[in-house]
């Protein structure tokens, strides 16, 4: 069955069922063909395994089995991307002046939404857009964060908090409990997702034109459709962690490409970053 998660189903290395290509044992019938050593050999054909006239020594043959994604490789990629979203939120948080944070949030959602539909829409992995996602992500993770400290002060590092508490809870619940979103609910969960981006850019194009549908309203005067759609948001986020965590199971079991890996850390990323999202609003509900 092809995975249901929007960003790592666009690859087949995450497919149950495809075949890696790579390296083949030679079949029985393959030994006794001319040019492997066993047959006899014609006149001025190369010896197997000699090195040729002119070759550069270490040639790798050809049929060599390429490099496989490891939970390794998903862990660092992970990490490196945590790194450049970090940096690029501090830039953001440290050095932008009061009257550019909502301006540089605006522009760089804009993009982060752009690049992250590139990156899932394609097959391959490109590992460029990632990047000028994290950066344009985390660019705008520090303006709102900034703007939110500011009025709330202290809530950045709760918000923190709550992010990696959730996230330990979710790991806990996947490796010692075996927790699992799998069958119909996997379903739901995936049409849920899809129904609240489609909600959500709805919603940040009628703010961008002076309205509002009351669904992101901060503050301890939020109304319930503020309070309702960020629960929705945190319950799929979490949801959203488990299965992007079965995925890069899956990857690994299946033996992916290595490349697979920054696909598997830009999906971990963009759910860790929207829970925090809305924890961070959830808990400017309770602030005055």
Not at 98 to 108: C, D, N, W
Request: hydrophobic share 50%.
């Amino acid at each position: 069955m092809r995975s249901t998660n929007p960003v790592l189903s666009r690859s087949d290395a995450f497919t149950p069922g495809h075949r890696q290509t790579g390296f083949q044992n030679p079949g029985p019938q393959q030994y006794a063909q001319p040019g492997h050593g066993y047959g006899p050999q014609q006149y001025g054909q190369p010896v197997y395994g000699a090195q040729a006239w002119g070759q550069p020594s270490g040639y790798a043959p050809q049929g060599q089995a390429p490099a496989v994604m490891t939970i390794n490789d998903v862990l660092a990629k992970t990490g490196t991307l945590f790194v450049v979203l970090l940096a690029a939120a501090a830039v953001s948080w440290l050095f932008l002046p009061t009257a550019l944070l909502y301006p540089v949030a605006i522009v760089s959602s804009l993009v982060a939404v752009v690049t992250s539909i590139v990156v899932t829409v394609r097959h391959s992995t490109s590992v460029p857009a990632i990047m000028v996602y994290t950066v344009a992500e985390g660019l705008m993770l520090g303006a709102w964060s900034r703007v939110f400290e500011y009025l709330y002060p202290g809530i950045v590092s709760q918000a923190v908090l709550g992010t990696l508490a959730a996230t330990a809870v979710v790991l806990a619940a996947y490796r010692y409990l075996g927790v699992r979103v799998t069958g119909r609910l996997r379903r739901i969960v995936v049409l849920s997702v899809i129904a609240y981006a489609v909600v959500a850019l709805v919603n940040f194009v009628v703010v961008l034109l002076g309205g509002s549908l009351g669904l992101t309203e901060i503050g301890s005067g939020a109304g319930m459709l503020s309070w309702l759609f960020a629960g929705i948001g945190v319950t799929l986020a979490v949801m959203c962690l488990l299965m992007d965590l079965e995925e890069c199971e899956r990857g690994v079991r299946m033996g992916a490409p290595a490349k697979e890996s920054w696909r598997a850390g830009f999906g971990l990323m963009v759910t860790l970053v929207w829970l925090y999202t809305n924890i961070l609003r959830i808990l400017s509900f309770l602030r005055n």
